[in-house]
Each structure stands twice: as C-alpha cells, then as structure tokens.
C-alpha cells in the first residue's frame, strides 16, 4: 500500500503494489506530487499578500485605502485542489457617515475617499483650517488644478477684458508658474528667486517666488469669474473699494490662483531635508480689473507659510516688464518672509496676512486715445509693412 503525505496525490489511480513469483511489482512505484490550486484575482481596489497557489499556502487579502473587506481576509489552499473561500470583495466606505467634515462643511462620498465642499471662512481637505483672508479654492469650487510638474508654467490663459494694464503696458494673456509667480504675456518658471526689478523680460505677480515642487505634494489651483452675479466678484470689487479708497471700482474680472500645501524643492541634503520635508506653505493670489485700473490681492492663511526656502528666501512683490514699476516686499529674501502670514506691521493695509497693491499706474493706458495710440504705433509698425498693414490689424478700438 502506496500512500501520500498530505497535499500530495499520486500520478495515477492504483495505490497497491503486488509482488510477483519473479520478486518484481507488478507496477512502478508511483510518485506522489504537490498539490495546487487554481490562481487567484486580486479584488478590484484590492491586493493579494501572495500569487503562490501550492497546496497549504495561506494567502491574505486586503483592500485599498477607502475600501471595506466584505468577506474572508484569508484564504488556503486545501489538499482537495480548492482553495477554502472565495476571493472577497472590496467595497467603497462611506466616510460620509462619520462626519468626515468639520465647521459647517458638507460632504460628498467618492470612490475610495471623500469631498468637503466648506463654507466660506473654512478650508482644508476637512474644512479644519479658518480661511480667514483666502477666497475659497480647490476642487470643490470647480478650481483648475495644475500637473504636478516642477518648474512648470501653465498658459496662455487669456485675459477677456477689453484692456488689462500692467505698469504702462497691456497685456492680453497671463502664465501660472508653480514656482509662486504669474508671468504676462510669457512663461517665466524660474525657480531662483531675486529681488525685483531683476531680469525678467517680462511683467511678473509674485505672491511667494521661490523653488516649489508639487511632484508628489502639494496643488497649484486656478479659476477665473467674470459674472456679475459670482460671490467672487462681489468680493473682489468690495475689497478693491476698501483698501484703494475706489468707491467707483467694480470688478469685470477676477483670476483666483492658490498655491495650496506646496513644499520646497529637496536639495537632498539629509539636514536640510530632515527639517523641511513635512513644512508646507499656502498662500493666494487674487488678481482683477474693471478694464481701466488693476489690483492684485495677496493672501496668507495664519499659519501658511511655514518654510522660506533653501539657500535663497522668498521673494514677494511685482515687477513690469522693463522694470520702471515695481516693488519687494521689506521681507523679501530674508527667512523673516514666513511673517508676513502673521504679522500686522508685514501687511500694507493693517490686516494680517493681507497685502494689496494696484498694478495700472496713474497714467491711465486704457483712455480710449491710449487705445488708438498703442494700435498705430504698435499695431501698424509690427512688421513695417505699411502698403498692406490693414491686412493684418486687429479692428481698429478707437471711436
């Protein structure tokens, strides 16, 4: 009598060996052979902790973050071929039902996580942090968000207003660079920081220039508002009234860009690295015109910023394209630049956290005669060829 361990079965069916008259069996010794069982799917949002299927081979199953286990956590495989179990399924949690959402916020399951949707003094990915000055973003308002790029520059957006001036120049388009600027008319991704006017080429918005790397942290988010009716060009136009004293001023257009979580570019320096990896700053840029005259709004949450960057702090202010109008922020490229989120004395309006400042010189480039001024000179000279300029103008704005 041939017998097998258990999870081994022999190659064929006999398991009794007769001895003949010539001292011989009557048949081969059989083999006994591993058993195994047919292999298993992982569960959809789900993994397995192994892919071996011999017999005796325990195999865990678990499902990812947001997912629930609906059945065995562990499966073996028996010496009968068959594993003990079905593979269990992995089912979305509803996080909504343990209030997920903190100060008013609403909630909305998603697969495998959930939405806050805030009211308008909170945000944070569980509406936990007091907006305070920022203007509601992310992805509950709808907001843009930007590819976790390094160095990068999203654009052209285009401005659809009929004049954005800029120092004494307008300018039809804008880039969002992750690196904490806004550049008119051009990319401009730097991530080095200088004090303005510098050389930038071009006319640059920078709320907190300095080297970000939203590779794998961090969110870079837009939207633009022009309907009369938006809470945010209600906002828009009734602080433009309070810190420029406009009393006239109503919002035609309004750009909200939020830099949202961002860290510093690792420079692999184990002590640099060690002391920054978990600091992330937030901040706000709140850009708008009526067509005549434009303000920029900057934003900083109380505790937003809290690292000024690697080697070269953060710079902070304007600058137009030719450099004849500008300004850098008092704290710019000093560590101290993390203040400006918490001190009264860093803003130029006496609210924490807040700075303002309008970009449309007094020369008002956006008079209808400045119009027909820059469309002749600008317009017809373009490419000096004066027999068939009219082919290639734009229509004509003036009246």
Known sequence: QVVCDDCYAMERNSSQLMCGVDGSYDYPVPTCNLIYCPSLDAPYHGQLSSSETACGTTVDVSCDHGFS???????????????????????????????????????????????????????????????????SYGTSQNDVSLPPLDDYSHGPINIPVSCFSFGQRRHHSLYISTN?????DRAFPSPFPRLFPGFTYTSVLAPFWSDVDIRRDGSVFYNEYTNRNSTYIERATQDVRNFAGNAQFTAQWVLVVTWYQV?????????????????????????????????????????????????TSAVVGYTSHDGSFFHSHYLSRFSDVVNIASQQLA????????????????INICAGNS???????????????????HFYLPPCPCS
């Not at 803003?347 to 007094?362: A, W």
């Not at 119009?371 to 300029?389: A, E, K, M, S, T």
Request: with cysteine.
């Open 69 to 135: 286990l609906a059945g065995q956590s562990r499966l073996e495989c028996q010496s009968d071929g068959l594993w003990d179990g079905q593979v269990s399924l992995c089912l979305d949690v509803d996080e909504c039902l343990t209030s997920p959402c903190e100060n008013g916020g609403s909630c909305v399951n998603t697969v495998g996580g959930f939405t806050c949707t805030c009211t308008a003094f909170y945000m944070g990915v569980r509406c936990q942090m007091s907006s305070g000055n920022m203007y």
């Open 180 to 184: 904490g600027l806004i550049s008119f």
């Open 347 to 362: 803003s130029n309006v006496g609210h924490v956290g807040r700075l303002f400042y309008q970009l449309s010189e007094k």
């Open 263 to 311: 860290p510093n570019y690792p420079d692999g320096s184990s002590f640099y690295f060690d002391a920054l990896s978990t600091r992330r700053n937030t901040y706000q840029v709140v850009l708008t015109t009526d067509s005549r005259q434009t303000f920029a709004l900057f934003n900083y949450p109380s505790d937003g910023l809290q690292w000024s960057g690697r080697g």
């Open 371 to 389: 119009l027909c001024l820059d469309w002749y000179l600008n317009d017809i000279n373009r490419d000096g060829v004066f027999p068939v300029w």
